[in-house]
């Protein structure tokens, strides 16, 4: 079945910091990409909508500054938590969507995201 | 925006007894509602998801109802097995490849 990887895994930075976290089709082609983020014991919140070759479409409440999304290409998304702080501290998680053939979203195992 | 309810948030099982998970959504154009599991420290997992053509879907011990009338859509699991501990979310779209609305989540806990 498709596959989606995230990486990295797990990371723990101090406040202040930027952090990329990528989100690799690895293999099929995604002509979007989802980032969410999961609070310890709750659902799973869409941030933004992340389609090859444009500008992120940001959920409301969600500080397109603070998290930039890009989309440079068919298989990979990044997202850059810009000058983290402990209230940033999430679990993030991607999915990936190909339009061909109607395929479900495929989502990766997720990234912990810990800020001292 | 469109808004899922999902319940229980909590279900201890009997291994062997069946568990039914329930969700309501608010969208009328809602049309694709998928079902994940997801373990500790991992990512969702699909287990099922079903159209708002179909009405039921089975896969092995897994179905899935939809009452688009009522708009609520339901997973039942049945012959539980330990392994089937997890937590358990409903979602709802207007089509595969657009935002999921996620529900509340189930934790499930099937006891030996």
């Known amino acids: 079945g498709a596959v989606v990887s995230q990486h990295p895994s797990w990371v723990i930075c101090k406040s202040g910091t930027s952090v990329k976290i990528e989100c690799r089709s690895l293999?099929?082609?995604?002509?979007?990409m989802f980032w969410y983020r999961q609070f310890p014991k709750q659902s799973l919140m869409l941030m933004a909508t992340?389609?090859?070759?444009?500008?992120?479409?940001?959920e409301q409440g969600v500080e397109k500054d603070k998290f930039l999304i890009n989309h440079a290409s068919l298989t990979l998304s990044t997202l850059t938590v810009t000058s983290a702080h402990p209230e940033d501290s999430s679990f993030y998680i991607c999915?990936?969507?190909?339009?061909?053939?109607?395929?479900?979203?495929?989502f990766g195992d997720g990234t912990r995201l810990s800020i001292l | 925006g469109e808004n899922v309810e999902q319940h229980p948030s909590t279900l201890s099982v009997q291994e062997g007894d069946s568990a039914v998970i329930k969700c309501t959504y608010s969208?009328?154009?809602?049309?694709?509602f998928p079902w994940y599991k997801q373990e500790l420290g991992k990512g969702p997992q699909l287990i099922i998801d079903?159209?708002?053509?179909?009405g039921e879907k089975k896969d092995q011990r897994i179905a899935v109802t939809l009452n688009k009338t009522a708009k609520h859509f339901s997973l039942h699991i049945t012959e539980t097995q330990p392994e089937d501990s997890a937590v358990y979310f409903c979602a709802a779209s207007r089509a595969a490849g657009n935002k999921l609305t996620f529900g509340g989540g189930t934790r499930v806990l099937v006891k030996p």
């Open positions: 079903i159209r708002s053509n179909v």
């Open positions: 999915s990936a969507y190909r339009a061909q053939g109607n395929q479900p979203q495929h």
């Open positions: 992340s389609n090859e070759g444009s500008k992120a479409t940001y």
């Open positions: 293999d099929f082609q995604a002509t979007t």
């Open positions: 969208d009328s154009a809602s049309n694709y």
